[in-house]
């Protein structure tokens, strides 16, 4: 059974850094694409990035490139989002998820950690 428990979230003011990590368990990821999304109140879910597991390859949304970056240790099991330079929009509920490649759509999803920009 796959599992993805993230942490880092909390209170930043604009402009602050914070680095999100998503600890992942119960199989060899070898074969997965890792994400990271987001849901502010009263919006859907959306994209921010992605990485593939074994060979590290990142994509983001263009409303975070350059401020985002994704990572992962494979020694540690743990997805990383580093964000910088965060704006008031960024406010959202923060998920890790999982597929494997050859599933079109995520299908694992963490809890999620709640992530608040202060003006």
């Known amino acids: 059974q796959v599992q993805l428990v993230e942490s880092g979230g909390g209170l930043v003011l604009a402009g602050g850094s914070l680095r999100l990590s998503c600890a992942v368990s119960?199989?060899?990821?070898?074969?997965?694409?890792m994400g990271w999304f987001r849901q502010a109140p009263g919006k859907e879910r959306e994209f921010v990035a992605t990485?593939?597991?074994?060979?590290?390859?990142?994509d983001y949304a263009d409303s975070v490139k350059g401020r985002f970056t994704i990572s992962r240790d494979t020694a540690k099991n743990t997805v990383y989002l580093q964000m910088n330079t965060l704006k008031p929009e960024d406010t959202a509920r923060y998920y890790c998820a999982a597929r494997e490649f050859w599933i079109p759509k995520f299908n694992y999803w963490g809890q999620g950690t709640l992530v608040t920009v202060s003006s």
């Open positions: 990485i593939s597991w074994s060979i590290g390859n990142a």
């Open positions: 119960g199989r060899t990821f070898s074969n997965y694409r």
